[in-house]
């Protein structure tokens, strides 16, 4: 398979637990894109990386969550103390900049959280 | 900042019949991407179609075609011919520079019927 994966595809947790994601990105895509989306809306911008440089971060990640992508290959996406508001779809997408980055991003199947 | 609207949450078509999709942005950049993303249920987004906003031609990709209206700040998604795996989330995106973010509409839910 040499899609974008994601792992876990499905987590349940308690609040005030912490929680980490992983992304696999397609191998020849050097930008790593993390998004939310809550039910019914549209993904929302988290970060993004440039091989492993942590090049934006959108207001919404707040200081409870970070985003590391070291080697510039896999990333994770912690969630600490986590909160009922994080529950969410977790998107993780790739693309190669430049050059065909204009194609768009390609994403992987989501992390569902659930924060009971 | 760029913002993103699709106006109508929920659509449906007959099979085989045409259907249009809306979608409007705000932007003060002059060059852009624009992009019609599809997610089905309980799956994964993929890309539907593309369009470079420095391009006058609209994008066609087999069924799937759009209407770009630069001045307007409109770029509508036709699909002919649905077919009923084309019931899905559709999503338009617009991206500022290439390999930058995605800004994403709200979606519409589009349900076509046997």
């Known amino acids: 398979d040499t899609g974008v994966s994601q792992n876990p595809r499905h987590k349940i947790t308690k609040r005030g637990q912490n929680v980490t994601f992983r992304c696999d990105p397609i191998?020849?895509?050097?930008?790593l894109y993390w998004y939310r989306q809550t039910l019914g809306q549209g993904p929302e911008f988290l970060t993004y990386?440039?091989?492993?440089?942590?090049?934006?971060k959108s207001r919404l990640l707040s200081d409870r969550f970070s985003a590391e992508r070291p080697k510039g290959s896999f990333s994770t996406l912690e969630i600490q103390r986590t909160e009922q508001g994080d529950s969410a779809m977790y998107l993780c997408?790739?693309?190669?900049?430049?050059?065909?980055?204009?194609?768009?991003?390609?994403f992987g199947p989501g992390t569902r959280l659930t924060v009971l | 900042a760029q913002t993103v609207t699709q106006s109508q949450p929920e659509m449906s078509v007959q099979e085989a019949e045409t259907v249009t999709l809306s979608c409007t942005y705000d932007?003060?950049?002059?060059?852009?991407?624009l992009f019609w993303y599809k997610q089905p249920p309980s799956r994964q987004m993929i890309l539907v179609i593309r369009?470079?906003?420095?391009?006058?031609q609209n994008a066609t990709e087999n069924r799937f075609s759009v209407n770009f209206q630069k001045a307007a700040k409109s770029f509508s998604l036709k699909i002919s011919d649905s077919q009923l795996g084309d019931t899905a989330m559709y999503f338009c995106?617009?991206?500022?520079?290439?390999?930058?973010?995605?800004?994403f509409g709200g979606g519409t839910r589009l349900m076509v019927k046997p």
């Open positions: 369009q470079e906003a420095y391009k006058q």
């Open positions: 932007t003060s950049e002059s060059n852009y991407y």
């Open positions: 990386f440039q091989n492993e440089a942590q090049l934006e």
């Open positions: 191998s020849e895509h050097n930008r």
């Open positions: 995106a617009f991206m500022k520079d290439a390999g930058n973010m995605l800004t």
């Open positions: 997408a790739s693309s190669f900049s430049p050059g065909l980055a204009v194609h768009g991003q390609f």
